[in-house]
């Protein structure tokens, strides 16, 4: 069985930082990238960041490059989101997800069932 299990979030006040962990299990870790994703209220999901656990590859989206750093520990099937310098606008439910193709503008395989984050002004 297939398992994204999401912790990290919270609530931090603006400038600071926090580190989402998305632990994976079920499928070939290696094989996939792990993709990062959040929905505000009343807002369309976003894709923020991905990583390929072959390579390493990543990519950012520009509202969080320079603030955001994603990483994989491939021994503990485990992808970090370090987050800092959050803002307001950060807030939001953040997803894990996992597909055998690396970006942010396709629908991913699996899912996580999502951590909070809000981040107060």
């Not at 503990?76 to 310098?85: A, P």
């Amino acid at each position: 069985e297939v398992q994204l299990v999401e912790s990290g979030g919270g609530l931090v006040q603006a400038g600071g930082s926090l580190r989402l962990s998305c632990a994976a299990s079920g499928f070939t870790f290696d094989d996939y990238a792990i993709g990062w994703f959040r929905q505000a209220p009343g807002k369309e999901r976003e894709g923020v960041s991905c990583i390929s656990s072959s390579d390493g590859y990543t990519y950012y989206a520009d509202s969080v490059k320079g603030r955001f750093t994603i990483s994989s520990d491939n021994a503990k099937n485990t992808v970090y989101l370090q987050m800092n310098s959050l803002k307001p606008e950060d807030t939001a439910v953040y997803y894990c997800a996992a597909d055998t193709i690396l970006g942010l503008g396709h629908e991913y395989e699996y899912w996580g069932q999502g951590t909070q984050v809000t981040v107060s002004s």
